[in-house]
Each structure stands twice: as structure tokens, then as C-alpha cells.
């Protein structure tokens, strides 16, 4: 694990981050991604947020309106806490996991007590578009992600979105 100082951004490598599935189960970023490239990842603040809840509501619709193809969510902490929103949100619970490092591997820091969050779309292995933001209802933006979903299948690499 590398904890890096500022968040990565449009056209960095994506690390390999350690995950979990809500079962406890070590699982891989690719196995998550194998199936849709590009992928949307959706870092929450915390299991608990209600605007990161908020925000994967959104996601789902985007789903169910078969605009996006089903996001990775990765929760802070461990397998109980990715089960506890994948019970919140069945119709993403699939690409739902926990990691206690994914954030800071990805640069998200806490901020005055506030866990970033972020979306970010990979494609290839590598950032294609990358938005966080302390205060959660910053991290994520239905718009620029489908733009960066566009952009990054026509293999043309989007702006960051830092808040």
C-alpha cells in the first residue's frame, strides 16, 4: 500500500487496491471489472452517510435506466460494513465491497474529521476522470460522469473534478 498525498487524477495509473466482499472474502478490482470497461468507482465517506446513500440511489437509477453499467462501491472499513449498504442498496450489492485502504491508496485523506469521497471512471487501468471532494455532496455528478463514461469508451481521457 501506497498512501499518497493528493488524490490521483485524469491519466494515472490505477493502484491495486486491497478489497473485500461483504462476506469477508479478499476480491479483486479486476474480477469487479472484467465486465464493463469503463467502470464507475463510487468511494463513500463512510457506511453510514447519508449523502453517499443519497448519491448511490442515484447510481442505481442511472442502472436501471441502462445508462451505466453497475458501479464498484467501496465502503471504508471491512466486510460487515460493505453488507450493511449492499443491504441497503440490493440492486448494487454485487460490485458492493469494504477496504480499509482503498481511499488513502487513491489519495482521499480525512479532512477535519471528514473521510473523502469520490467517483472516479477507469478504463484500461488507469483514471480516466477522478471527482472528490471533503464534503460528500461534492463527490459525485450524474452529468460529468455519463461525459466521462463517453469520453473514456471513445478513449479520450476527461478533467478532474477536485472540490
Known amino acids: 500500500m501506497t498512501t499518497l498525498s493528493t488524490p ?3 491519466g494515472a495509473t490505477l493502484p491495486a487496491l486491497a478489497l473485500t466482499s461483504p462476506s469477508g472474502e479478499a476480491i479483486s478490482l479486476d474480477a469487479l471489472t472484467a465486465s464493463a470497461d469503463p467502470t464507475v468507482l463510487y468511494l463513500m465517506r463512510t457506511s453510514t452517510c447519508p449523502v ?12 436501471a435506466a441502462g ?3 453497475p458501479p464498484v462501491v467501496i465502503v471504508p472499513g471491512a466486510g460487515p460494513d460493505a453488507a450493511a449498504v449492499a443491504r441497503r442498496h440490493p ?3 454485487a460490485r458492493i465491497v469494504a477496504s480499509g485502504t482503498a481511499h488513502a491508496d ?8 471528514l ?4 467517483t472516479y471512471v477507469v478504463s484500461a487501468g488507469r483514471v480516466a476522470y477522478a471527482r472528490y471532494a471533503t464534503v460528500p455532496m461534492g463527490s459525485f455528478d450524474a452529468a460529468e460522469t455519463r461525459r466521462a463514461l463517453q469520453e473514456a469508451t ?10
Request: charge should be negative; hydrophobic fraction near 40%; proline fraction near 2%.
Open 8 to 10: 490521483l487524477t485524469a
Open 52 to 63: 453517499c446513500h443519497q448519491h448511490l440511489r442515484h447510481l442505481a437509477r442511472m442502472v
Open 67 to 69: 445508462e451505466i453499467e
Open 91 to 93: 440492486e448494487l450489492a
Open 106 to 113: 487513491l489519495g482521499l485523506f480525512v479532512h477535519m474529521g
Open 115 to 118: 473521510q473523502q469521497s469520490g
Open 154 to 163: 471513445a478513449d479520450d481521457p476527461v478533467h478532474d473534478e477536485g472540490v
